[in-house]
């Protein structure tokens, strides 16, 4: 059924990314390409892969914004990975009409069961975010499962339980866990730095939430130029006795 | 928002078949049908092919044509899935009621109940066609009651004047009555789609790259690097431009020949030239039909999609 869940999950499966720490490497969206390409939703076909304008399904993509702040001048670059939020209310699982997309009651991850989708793209015009793919090549719709088939997979170590864009950030942007809890590790986290949804007014309340960066230490202008070192190279001042010494013989 | 050709054949001739039906049950309930069977094959089988003809269309778009009876099963939460069921029952009484009419020759008593009855169901299904797109908050152009209020305007605009072309192919003495009525109808729909115009137009932002992002504290928001150099599946989809640029003159366009041109032209047909009836209703119908294909082509072409905020977009 694409109703949701009657009562919101207890568990909320979600990610925490750091929008402070996040360099734009772009290792989540490729890791995330190679583990889900053998995955649940597999394959994540590309058209044109070698050729001009390839395209394909991505279900991560990283993008960069830049925030100029009017009054200062000043401004910043943000680089902001994006993928599913599995909001708990999403209008990408109520406008299926076929029961593809569903919310799972045990975890809150949104899925599509690519058994019975028919490809009208109806969810990917319902969800804010840009979290739906088309496969042109099998015809259904395909999306972030949140690595449902490597977070309970326990023929890998406990450490390695988390989607792949989380174990591959170089950085540790990304963090997983129960947003449900709030004591859990990034409940706190987010809590302790200020995280944010994206388009709350779009009325998706997602589970992703985001880290704001930190404000930026400000100085005076005059500081913020790089120090430059004075030139000694003629002058003798600070320089011990045998050093002047030295220099009067050899200047002479 | 990309505008595939079968989506807008579909709103556009599904619309006019159930205007159709729906005129066709009214009229016979006042006594202003013919219950000849000829006619009725006639009136009928352009009905019926627009609806079938749409619904099959709408198919065309999808990626797994062969499980389109899946849609049927999420009426609890899909306004696809309702107007999917309300289209399929819909067939019952109209059919019967086409039956009847083309076989009995009759079209009053217990049969135009049956009419009567499916019309109902029509406007319904026209409702639920409407609600697929008026649902979305993400296109914020079709998220007004606007949306609902001309999609069954039309079905009714465009049924009146396909019904009154057959009546003055047969030559009946009801079509200046079915001309007058199409000429309301026309009239109808000039103003709720300027007034669907001026709502989309004036409407304040709903979200905004600052709201996207969550990052409007830190000032004013601008894409600096998409997230690939290449196009995607969201911009295709999500993303079309080639309308805007020249939003206004084919505004102008869908005006001029879905609305102005067969309004004048119907007036011509019942008060200057009813000698020449057939061949002015046969314009005012063509000019109509590429009126209200390019009204439904604007109507996705000029919808944006707030995902295109993550795209460049400032405000949507």
């Known amino acids: 059924m694409t109703s949701l869940p009657r009562k919101s999950s207890r568990i909320k499966l979600g990610l925490v990314i750091d929008l402070d720490i996040c360099v734009g490497c772009q290792a989540c969206a490729v890791n995330c390409k190679e583990w889900n390409t053998s995955g649940h939703s597999a394959p994540l076909t590309d058209l044109n892969p070698y050729g001009k304008g390839q395209q394909g399904v991505w279900y991560n993509r990283i993008h960069s914004f830049e925030a100029l702040d009017e009054k200062t001048g000043e401004s910043q670059t943000i680089n902001f990975p994006k993928s599913c939020l599995h909001c708990e209310d999403a209008p990408c699982v109520t406008v299926c009409p076929t029961g593809a997309s569903y919310k799972r009651e045990e975890d809150g991850i949104v899925l599509v069961n690519g058994d019975i989708c028919i490809g009208c793209k109806l969810c990917s015009w319902a969800c804010p975010y840009g979290a739906r793919e088309y496969d042109e090549t099998e015809g259904v719709m395909k999306k972030c499962t949140l690595c449902v088939d490597k977070i309970y997979n326990e023929t890998l170590s406990p450490s390695s339980r988390v989607p792949a864009c989380v174990s591959t950030c170089p950085v540790g942007a990304r963090h997983f866990g129960d947003l449900g809890d709030p004591h859990s590790e990034i409940s706190n986290l987010v809590k302790a730095r200020g995280g944010f949804s994206l388009m709350p007014e779009q009325g998706t309340t997602p589970v992703n939430q985001y880290l704001p960066p930190r404000p930026k230490q400000h100085q005076k202008r005059a500081d913020q130029s790089p120090r430059e070192l004075e030139h000694k190279d003629t002058s003798t001042d600070g320089a011990g006795l045998l050093a002047r010494w030295v220099d009067k013989v050899l200047s002479a | ?316």
């Open chain 2, 1 to 316: 928002m990309h505008p595939a050709k079968s989506v807008i054949f579909f709103t556009t001739g599904s619309g006019a078949g159930y205007g159709m039906l729906i005129w066709l049950a009214v009229l016979s309930l006042v006594g202003l049908q013919p219950a000849d069977t000829f006619y009725g094959l006639v009136a009928f089988g352009i009905a019926f092919g627009l609806v079938v003809g749409g619904l099959v269309s709408s198919t065309f778009h999808l990626g797994r044509p062969e499980r389109a009876w899946r849609a049927m099963s999420q009426w609890r939460s899909s306004w696809l899935s309702r107007e999917g069921i309300a289209a399929i029952a819909t067939f019952g009484p109209t059919g019967l009621f086409a039956l009847a009419w083309v076989i009995l020759n009759e079209n009053q008593s217990y049969s135009v109940g049956l009419g009567i009855i499916g019309a109902v169901m029509s406007l319904i299904t026209v409702y639920c066609t409407s609600m697929i797109y008026g649902s979305l908050k993400t296109v914020p152009a079709w998220f007004t009651k606007w949306t609902r209020v001309a999609y069954i305007t039309f079905a009714l605009m465009t049924g009146a004047v396909l019904l009154w072309l057959v009546s003055v192919l047969f030559n009946l003495p009801q079509a200046p009555i079915i001309g007058q009525l199409s000429m309301v109808f026309i009239v109808l729909g000039f103003v709720v789609k300027l007034f669907y115009w001026r709502s989309v137009d004036n409407a304040p932002a709903t979200s905004t790259a600052e709201s996207a992002t969550g990052l409007g504290k830190l000032g004013k928001i601008s894409l600096v690097e998409a997230p690939h150099s290449e196009d995607n599946y969201l911009l295709q989809e999500m993303g079309y431009r080639v309308a805007r640029k020249h939003s206004t003159k084919l505004r102008k366009i869908a005006l001029a020949l879905g609305f102005v041109v067969p309004f004048i032209l119907i007036a011509l047909a019942i008060y200057g030239f009813p000698q020449f009836q057939l061949i002015i209703a046969s314009i005012a119908v063509f000019s109509g039909i590429v009126g209200i294909v390019t009204e439904r082509w604007l109507f996705f072409a000029e919808a944006k999609h707030v995902v295109t905020l993550y795209y460049g977009e400032s405000a949507i």
